[in-house]
Every structure is written in structure tokens, then in C-alpha cells.
């Protein structure tokens, strides 16, 4: 191993430039070149690379997005596509690719090993946490407090108002972000996609809530819930029960700003993991935390098995 | 001049509480006993008064919403509503009345003043900044940082994406936090009620950008807009030139949060000044900040007068 | 068990609201009476006893502080103020006592359970993640967070300053703070309890740094740390080695502010966890998660055993 | 008029980067060329010029810190520094200078305009606000809402702790951010160079405060007290009065961060008003802001006169 790349692909999360500077210095320590590829597997294809010096990732480790602009590709997606890839890795005498993305990149990067012989190692970093094989995912901690500091805004006006505010939060088909933004700003329900949502419950509760002179309930929807997303249940709370309320999308404000803590040290130590399973021939893998330490996965795990919400967290809710 | 009692009304701001506490601090440094109303307008009408001391308004500057519980009345725009309303002050010898809203809140005011000889001052607090008489209203710097912080956000991710982002502001039917907003995001076009707004020289816009190279273009958008906001200017995108764009629609949470520094001096600034303007026999009026010196003027100015936003800076917006 | 009584001793931690309002909403949904003591152990002697509803709770998940005022007693050091304390608990026909703190509070907890048969459940809140038996305390996130930013902020202006900057962080004799702190800001050096500082070591890093250009360096440095913290770190730096340093201690700041998601959830949790575990009879013990399952543990396990900070991150803090 | 250059002088303020933004857009869209002066003054003489596109400003409006390296430089306090900068100007055809720093920096750039007929326009930023002939400097908004933010923190524990805090804010020898930080806050005294501190005043005032019950106290001090700072009031409260308190100091966190709307937008207005006054041969002069117009003086007046804090609401601070 004497040359490696990083790119990152698929939707941004906080955290993903902190993990390239890990990767870049780890690289570095280890004597390795490192090369940075821009717009993910669409610059692995017409080869944008970037040699990369520890001065290159400097002061970037608290931004947010990605020096590496992360993007999807559809031509990755064909066979020609991740020939031409590879051919540009080898034409660099680039040994090892590490992938900084959620379960589709992964799927990406299974493809081109096995095709290619490429040594990949895929770390897992989306706002979704939906990618089985670790605890957590790059960027979901920061996106998790995006969501419940405008949470806490709309509560701040809520009283007064006197309304049912339903809040749609990310997260894809999982409920990760939708359950503990819930928890989180003590919510009066969490419609998650794991879980069935009965909009008839859901406005009993609200006007028994009046009943007893709450004047406000703020409800958090996942955009996956299987009713549609909060348009979809404000509109059958209307049209059914007769309920007003207030819909606010969070949207793309999730995806940005200034990592947490957690997602800057669980970023840094994923991209040491990463150069570390290079390193080692552990690659092709996934690298992840899970009780706090690092472990490996072949990549197809990723997406094989299916990574649970917190079940006993879905049952407290309502009571906590 | 011997009792008081002060109400919010309309949407909240930032900064409400700031202002009550100034006015419950002030009356009773002045010697007068100071009273809450409850939910505005309405429970003045419905009687809901609590007597504060010094206490009640501790550890409050720092609150988002407002501990009175903004609210709006339909009863009060009736002659009948406003009639029972001074029965209930005179009943509790309550000899002034300081209303915190809005140019809709300012209007019952003057209307209660003119037919029941109410001594009443309006503290100007939207987060809209649409009150003529002030530089600023209370709430708006509150609401425009919050704003602001999202849009950085989107930012983040938006090159990634290398789509056109369009974000709706709030504001009614004025553009002041959607000016501050764009000039203050560096975004490629603000959209203002103040201003036409062409959606082909749009189209042309964000055409040329990516001609250049520029793979993002983030377009402010206030709600007030003659197109019809984010969504209406999105469609017309899409359908006339066949440009994607993203939309989103900030909302609800520009109303909350902890008010910024500026808005908690203003508001505790015009606290003060109101219950000044009831003590020296100057209501009914509204205070206001012009120049940094504190200002009265007529209620009826408020909303007969249209304040205007700064055209400088809007010629200025697409080349700083 | 009919009553129980809810206290917060030691420091304050951002979170301890949460568990506050989990331990009240989860004792009413077990069918008990929830009270909440003011002053901590002090109030437990002098009998400042509050009788809690749903209500009395709605709307603190989000604030910093404690409403029950976190304090510490010197009487209840003594077997007598303990034996006070439990007559008060006994008076009202207590069954169980909830504390929420850290080490210290749980060494007094123990004390009261053994001597006067006090069925009491120990809550992990404290900032500086010190408690044996729970992967973290409640309080720690959001420290963490906030030290953060301020480093960010520091960051922002050191290149321009070309200094040194020391940064000194809370928690007490362990690193835990100092470490993450460390590592999430990228500092050059991070000086901890746990490991020796040799500043002549530190010196020559700075010198080395400067030689290559680097025109400033940003050290953690923990209060507990054996030089005696920030100031005398950079007192040998001068004196010894001639360099100059600018020292911030961050102080309280790190005690406030408003809860993390992951602080608020797992406040939540462990408020549940401990009515459950006074419920079925586990008590005395105290609650924590490990590997984000609830466990119980005898109280004195949380300052016999010694909870060590991630010696593989302390290794990799300089690489990455 | 055809080519320019801009620098940052002094110490780092929030919005610098704005204003370098706005200079470098501002003076293309202009027809002339712009370029960057890295390291102040120092490079001034060093001949660090970089000349700038619009690309080289892009997305760095929302950053704090500053692209440019703000810094002091001795060699510029002499002739023959300001004599070998001129000469580099003028090796480089560059007709104008725009400096971005406070009354210290105006001096230099007095200097060099008297001696060297060179055309400078001064722009005010600095956090501490005491430049003339300017309502605010840039960085001054964001500075006071990053202490208040850290106030509020130290409020939330406050309570708990019952203790006297001191907080020591920055603005040299001027009390602008003290005073705005002290009201905004709420604090019980607010300790100001501008006006005398009486310390046995104040510890009455702390003993008043316990004697009613009030467990805790904040002092906001300006580090320009003419008491020597928090440190030193904190020692006399002690030694005097046997009063305890906590000391914060807060220090270079102050300089730091993403920069507030109205700085960017100041920082906006006054790039291209910098670039204004030298196209129309207004140089050499400052500009600043007054009531909302932009005004130019000359750059001795910044200094010559002194910028007064407002004396009515010193008056008001402890009533509201």
C-alpha cells in the first residue's frame, strides 16, 4: 500500500470533512500518499483527483459539507462506469479507495472490489444513521440537534398560538433522527416508519389534550412514516377529524452546519480505522464504532441486515 | 397614574419577555402596581390579570415566546368586545395599558383609546419589522440571525447538490428580513414584495451561473413575494424553463428562540419608555427607537405611514 | 412504594431538567406521587418539599439549571443531618428517594440508604463524566459542545494572532472533557490527568511548529491536569522555554446552556430507570447505560471502581 | 483608478471577511483590479499581495476570523516601514489601499496617506466598538452576542450555586460591549471605565440582594474598569467586604465565530462604500455608518474625537 484516495458520495452530513482530514493525516503518518477525489464517484470516473498535504485539511475540521464535494453518479452505476474508475486508480497507482458515504455509496464500493479487485473500504456517514454494522453515523448527531433546536424554536411559539405543530424531520425510510428529536423536545407523538400511524389515535389525543386546556401539542413526523409525511397527516387530520394544524419541513437545514463533538471524534477515528483496514489487507469492508469500538463488516452487511431503532425507546416515549 | 397593566398581542417575537419585564420593573420603580393580561387581547376581555412582582419576571430576558401568551381576538374587533375589555380595567382601577404587537395589535389599541378613553401605548414587537416609527421592531434582529443560520446551512450542502435552493422567509407583506437575509447569505437573488420579480431574468440568472461553473445558487425568498413565494417561484421555474430547483420554507421557526442581544435592549428600552409615555400623559401613543433616541408618535401613524425598506441596499444586494 | 421525592445535589449539568420531568411523568404513570426537594440534601433536612404534577414539569426538557437548584450540603455530611433528612422523607410517608448528581451526591445517598433504610436511586449527572458504571453522565454532551464551540471561536482568531492559545476545560480530576474536546477541535496537544505533561515536551512541539510556519497552536489543557492547569502550564512555558501563551479558562460557561439531544434522551431514560428501579425494589443502587442498555449497580461501584478515559484515543488524538 | 488593494489590521473582528468579500466584488464590478494584503501592515511591507477573483471571496462571507491574517507590525510605526509599503504599492500600480481595523490601524493609514500620498480608505471593524464617526464597528454585534450567549449559560447555574459571578467582557478601554451585555443579560451591576465603580457600593448592593433572599448575583465588567478588571474587583470584594465570587473571564472567545447579519451586512455596506470613496477621490478617509447613511471623515477624526457610550441607558441599566 503507497497511494490511497477518499472521496465522499451520496448526500452530505456534518462530519465528513473532519473524517477526510483524519484520513489525509492518517495516510500521512503511515507514509502513504493520499489523494482526495472530488463530486465522489462522478470524479473517480473523469479523474478529479487532488494530492493532498496535511496543510490541504487544515482548519477544516468544523465544517460543515465537504471540501470533497459529495455527489451521486449514475454512470458508477453500470459496469463501464467502475472499469473506468479503476482504470484511473491504476493509471495513478492508487492501492486503496476509501468511500465516505451511506448504504448506496457502500453498494458502489462493494461493486467496483469486486469487479475491479479494488481495495475499498467504506466509511458510513449519513444525517439517516440507517446503515447497519455501527452504532452511529457520521453527521447524525449534528442533524439530530439541527432538527431539535428549530424543534425548540416552534415550541417557544407554540403556547401562544394555540395549535398542533407537525414538525417533518429526515431520516429516509428509518426513524433514527424522527425518534430521538421526538424524545428529545418531549413531543406528544413521534410518527415513525418502523412503527403503524394511526391518524384517528393521533386525533383523539389531540383533542383530548384540549379537553384537559393543553393548548398546544407538537408532533414529530419522520419524512419516511408510512401515512406520507406531515403534509400527508395534517391534511387527513383536516379533512377526517376536523383538526387545524401547522406544518414545517426542516429540509436540507439538516444537512449543514458545524459538527457536534461526537461527529468530529467519531469521524476521526473512522478515517484512522479506514487507512488502518488498508493497511492490514482488511479491505474490501465497512469500518464502524459499535459499544465504542472499532469494528470491520464486509460491506454487503451493510445494507444485508437491517439496523433497528431503539424499541424500548419507541415504547418509553410517550411516558418519558 | 397608579396601576398598570401590560399585554402582548398578535404573532410572537423575541424578545416579548424582555419587554415585559422592563415594563413591570419600570412601573414598579415608579411606584405604580404593574398587572399581566393573559392571551392578549382576548383575556383582557375575559379577565385574565395577574398582579406581578419583581419575582415574576426574573430569569425571563433570555426567554423565547412569552410568558403572557401572545395570542388574537376575535371579540376584541367588535365595539362590545372592547367595551367589556375597559369594564374589566376600570373595574380593577388599572389606569394604563401598554399593548406589545404588532401594526393589527396597534389598531385595537387606538380603537380602545378613541371610544372608551383608554390611556393605551404600543410597543412595536413583529418579527416582520413592518411598524412605521421605528427603526426596529422587537424580534425582527431575532428572527433575521435565526434565518440567517439556516440558510448557512443549506449553503453547506447546497454546492454538493449543485441545485438551486429557494428559501422562503417570513415578513407578510414587507421584504425586511428577506433583504437582510439574501445580502447578509450572499445569495445569488432576493425576492421582494417591494420589488417586481422576474422570474425569466431568474431563469437567465441561475442559467448563467452554471454556464460559468457555479454548480449552486441560493435564492431568498419572502413569504409576502408578488409571485407568490418559494413554491409558486419554484413551479414557474420548472414548468416555463425547466429548471429544478429545492424549496425550502423556514416558517414557524423564525418566531422562537433565545432574542439576541439587540433585541433584548430594544425591548427593554421601549419597556421603560412606555411606562414613561403612560406616567407623563402622553398615551395613547407608541414608543419606538428612531436613531437610537426613543420616539412617540400617534398610533394611527403606525399603519397610515408605510415604512420602507432600504432601496439602497437592494440596488447594492447583487453586487456586494 | 406510593411517594417518592426527586432531588438534584452536586453541580449543575445541563439535563438534569430532563430527568427531572422523566422521574415525575414516569412516578404519575406508575400511579405515585412524585415530590421534588429544593436545595438538595439541604432541603431534604430543612423540609423543602414540593408536591409535582404533569404540569409542574411541561416545558423544562430544553433549559439548562435545575429547577429544584442543585446545591451542596454540609449537614448532611453528618449522621445526623441524614437522620433529619429521613425523618422528613419518613413524615411525609416518602417511600423513595431519586438523586440525581455525581460521585459525591451518590457517597451521600449510600450513607442515608444504609444508616436510615432509604430506598434511594442514584441518577449519573454531572459534567465531567466521572461516574463509574454508565458509558456518560448526564451534563457531559453538551459540556463537551460548548467547550467546543468556544475553541472553535478561538481557532477562528489564533492564525491571525500567531500564539500560542491554552485552553483550560473543566472536569475536575478526569480528562474525559478535555480529551473529546481535544480531539473534536484538532488541538496540537491535549493535556490530560490521566498521563503525564511534559511541558518541555510541549515546548519543543511549539518551536517545531513555528520552524515549519505554522503560526499557532491550540492546547487543550484539563483543569485536573498534574501541572496544575492552564496557568501554570503557561507560566513554565514562559519562564522555562521562553514562549509566550494566552490562556482562556473556560469556567461555568461549561455548566449551562440548554441540553444536547443525546443529554435530553438520556436524561430521559435514566429519570424512567431510576422510578423503575425504586418500583421493583432494586434500591439502593444507581442507574446508568452501558453499550445504550439500562443498568443498575451498587452506589459505592460509582467511586470504587475508576472509569478510564479511551486510552486508544488518547494514543491517536496527535495522528488524527 | 485601476487597481486595489485591501488589507486587515489589528485584532480579528468578526465580518472581516464580509468586508473583504464585498471590497474584492465591489471593486471588480467596478472594472478595477483587487488585491488581497496578507498578514496587515507586516505584509504591506513584506510585499504579500495576492490579487483576488470573484471566486477567491466566494463562500467566506459567513466565516469568522479573517482570509487576509489580520496582524501588527512594528516596521509600519516608521518612516521607512511605511516609506518601503508605499514603494510596493506603486511597484504594483496599485492606486488605492483599503484597511479594515480599528483607531490603531486609521493611524497607520493617516500616516502613510500624509507622508506617501497614497489613497487610503479606512473601514472600522473592531469588537470594541470605539472608533468615532461610526454608530457600530464590524465585529462589535457579534462579539456582544457571543458574550451574552456565555452570560446566559452562566445565569443557568448560576441560581444553584448562590454565588456572586463577575464576568469580565473585552472592549479595551471603552465600556460599549459591557454595557450591552450587562442589560441585555440582566445583570444586577454593570461595571464601566466610562463611569467610576464604586466597589463598596456594590458589595452593599450584593448584601441587599442575600439580605432579600436573592441567591445570586451577576456583575458584568469591562476589562477598561478603571478597578484593573473582574479579577481585581473580585479581590477587593474579598478582602474588603469578605464578599466570595466567581470569576469569568471570557477573552478571545469574543473575536471569534460566524459573524451576526448586521455585521455582514455593515461589513457589506462599508466595502463597498470603501470602494466608492476611493473611485470618487474621496481618500483619505474613513467610512462608517451613521443613523443608517454612510458618511466619510477624515481618518484623524476617529481618534480625535471619542465615541460616547449612551449615557441614558448607564442611567436606565439598573431600572429596567
Known sequence: MKRIAVLASG?????????????????????????????????????????????????????GGSILFSARSEAFQTVEGRAEAARNLRDRSID???????????????????????????VPATIDNDVWGT????????AVNTALDSVDRIKDTAASHERVFIVEVMGRSAGFIALEVGVGSGAEAILLPETPTDVSALAALITERILNGRRSSIIICAEGDENGGARAVASELKTVHGIDSQVTVLGHVQRGGSPTTSDRVLASKLGWAAVDALCSGAAPCMVGEVSRRIVRHPLADSWTFVKEIDTELVKLAPLI
Open 135 to 142: 452504532d452511529y453515523t457520521i453527521g447524525y448527531d449534528t
Open 11 to 63: 448526500g452530505d452530513a456534518p462530519g465528513m470533512n473532519a473524517c477526510i482530514r483524519a484520513v489525509v493525516r492518517s495516510a500521512l503518518h503511515h507514509g502513504l500518499s493520499a489523494s482526495g477525489v472530488l463530486h465522489g464517484y462522478r470524479g473517480l470516473i473523469e479523474g478529479e483527483f487532488r494530492e493532498f498535504s496535511t496543510g490541504d485539511v487544515s482548519n477544516i475540521i468544523q465544517r
Open 96 to 122: 486503496g479507495l476509501i468511500v465516505i458515504g451511506g448504504n448506496g455509496s457502500f453498494r458502489g464500493a462493494d461493486a467496483i472490489a469486486r469487479e475491479q479487485g479494488i481495495a475499498v473500504v467504506g
